[in-house]
Nanobody, 129 residues
Framework: QVNLEESGGGSVQAGGSLSLSCKVP????????????TAWFRQAPGKEREGVAA???????TYADSVKGRFTISKDDVKSIVYLHMKGLKSDDSATYYC???????????????????WGKGALVTVSS
């Protein structure tokens, strides 16, 4: 079992910024566990979980249209941490944000939540107007 550890989140006024971090456990002896892509999803109350941003091992990134230009996903391969930097936050961005990983060499670009192998417990982001 691979447990992802999220941190960050909280409450912010509209227009403000927040950052989330996701620690992916390190497995130095298995190619399977070092060859993965990660993505951030979010789920607001009463709504379906949706993909927000994704980053592949080659550092290529994709974003949902609703967050393009405002959110940035990045990673630190040495620390095995994936970040989601959010700026220009809107009330519609309020949700629980989940970090997810897809192991084994696939691409996270366009991946659905059902395709992801492992998840974090979620970090709540609340944006007040």
């Amino acid at each position: 079992q691979v447990n992802l550890e999220e941190s960050g989140g909280g409450s912010v006024q509209a227009g403000g910024s927040l950052s989330l971090s996701c620690k992916v456990p390190e497995y130095s002896t298995s190619t399977y566990y070092t060859d993965y892509c990660t993505a951030w999803f979010r789920q607001a109350p009463g709504k379906e979980r949706e993909g927000v941003a994704a980053i592949n091992p080659d550092a290529s990134t994709t974003y949902a249209d609703s967050v393009k230009g405002r959110f940035t996903i990045s990673k630190d391969d040495v620390k095995s941490i994936v970040y989601l930097h959010m700026k220009g936050l809107k009330s519609d961005d309020s949700a629980t944000y989940y970090c997810a990983a897809l192991m084994g060499g696939g691409s996270c670009h366009g991946a659905t939540s059902s395709q992801m192998n492992y998840w974090g417990k979620g970090a709540l982001v609340t944006v007040s107007s």
